[in-house]
């Protein structure tokens, strides 16, 4: 292991192994954001860059965080009134606030954030620091390469760069009680990292399947809020029988939101 240097029912949606291609649009935003608020960027004894959301960890040239973003740190972020995001494919996403069950019920602080979109996704990520995790260098990850380890960072984190043991994140034969995916039984979130099992190679990452959706950097547009964008590792929502591997992956429009549905953040 390196340090990083510097820094629905989803009917419309399609599960698929590898890289989907269904999308579903669901969606509208009606608030303003109406200031920014500049994030200095300062790094973890790890040598991992970013100001807020979870402990990243290094991996091989860059980080990831340890776990999905939560209720409280999205709190952090909105508390910041950050502006735009830069993106015009953002342009129609006028309020970060989760679209759904907001604010969160008491005593859920440790759990991840849902209803959140891409552009939600992708603007904390740039407030704390980091950036939507994608492609091994920088941009986005193309969703023919979900399951190549040397090119997609989220998948690398999970199969602990295809090192052959970690078809999942916890190893190589299927577990239906190691994460809450569709054969757990929470019927719900659970706190991050609630399940110690839950880890594998790389054993302070947690939750990388199961649980929440998490969306990446990874679109078939720039078109706007109908765009195809990548989520991954699956959740509890999913049906019983699927398998949540490491290059497990669906598509939802870039302006999807849901109760399944968070992210967790990379760097550089």
């Given at each position: 292991?390196?340090?990083?240097g510097?820094?629905p029912?989803?009917?419309?949606?399609?599960?698929?192994s590898?890289?989907?291609?269904?999308?579903?649009?669901?969606?509208?935003?009606?608030?303003?954001?109406?200031?920014?608020?500049?994030?200095d960027?300062t790094?973890?004894?790890?040598?991992?860059?970013?100001?807020?959301?979870?402990?990243?960890?290094?991996i091989?040239?860059?980080?990831?965080?340890s776990?999905?973003?939560?209720?409280?740190?999205?709190?952090?972020f909105?508390?910041?009134s950050?502006?735009?995001?830069?993106?015009?494919e953002?342009?129609?996403?006028?309020t970060?606030?989760?679209?759904?069950a907001w604010?969160?019920?008491?005593?859920?602080?440790?759990?991840p954030?849902?209803?959140?979109?891409?552009?939600?996704?992708?603007?904390?990520?740039?407030?704390?620091?980091?950036?939507?995790?994608?492609r091994?260098?920088g941009g986005?990850?193309?969703?023919?390469?979900?399951?190549?380890?040397?090119?997609?960072?989220?998948?690398a984190?999970?199969?602990?760069?295809?090192?052959?043991?970690h078809?999942?994140?916890?190893?190589n034969?299927f577990?239906?009680?190691?994460?809450?995916?569709p054969e757990?039984?929470?019927?719900?979130?659970?706190?991050v990292?609630?399940l110690?099992?839950?880890t594998?190679?790389?054993?302070?990452?947690?939750d990388?399947?199961?649980?929440?959706?998490?969306w990446?950097?990874?679109?078939?547009s720039t078109?706007?809020?109908?765009?195809?964008?990548l989520?991954?590792?699956?959740?509890?929502?999913?049906?019983?029988?699927?398998?949540?591997t490491c290059?497990?992956?669906?598509?939802?429009?870039?302006?999807f939101?849901?109760?399944?549905?968070?992210?967790r953040?990379?760097?550089?």
């Amino acid at each position: 292991m390196t340090s990083c240097g510097l820094f629905p029912s989803l009917d419309d949606l399609t599960q698929k192994s590898d890289a989907g291609a269904d999308v579903s649009t669901t969606d509208a935003s009606t608030d303003v954001v109406t200031s920014d608020v500049a994030n200095d960027v300062t790094t973890t004894d790890g040598g991992c860059p970013g100001s807020g959301g979870p402990t990243p960890v290094p991996i091989s040239g860059f980080c990831v965080d340890s776990t999905e973003v939560t209720n409280a740190q999205y709190k952090q972020f909105l508390a910041a009134s950050f502006g735009s995001t830069g993106l015009a494919e953002c342009s129609w996403n006028t309020t970060y606030t989760p679209k759904s069950a907001w604010p969160p019920a008491t005593g859920t602080d440790d759990y991840p954030v849902a209803y959140v979109n891409w552009c939600d996704a992708y603007a904390f990520c740039k407030w704390a620091g980091k950036r939507l995790c994608g492609r091994v260098g920088g941009g986005p990850i193309s969703p023919t390469s979900v399951a190549n380890a040397a090119l997609d960072q989220w998948y690398a984190a999970c199969s602990h760069e295809a090192d052959g043991q970690h078809a999942f994140p916890y190893g190589n034969t299927f577990s239906a009680s190691a994460c809450n995916g569709p054969e757990h039984d929470a019927g719900a979130t659970l706190p991050v990292g609630f399940l110690k099992t839950c880890t594998g190679g790389y054993a302070t990452i947690v939750d990388m399947v199961g649980n929440v959706y998490e969306w990446e950097d990874g679109c078939n547009s720039t078109n706007g809020a109908s765009d195809s964008c990548l989520q991954r590792s699956g959740s509890f929502t999913d049906p019983p029988g699927i398998q949540q591997t490491c290059g497990y992956s669906r598509t939802a429009a870039r302006n999807f939101a849901d109760n399944d549905v968070g992210f967790r953040c990379c760097s550089p």
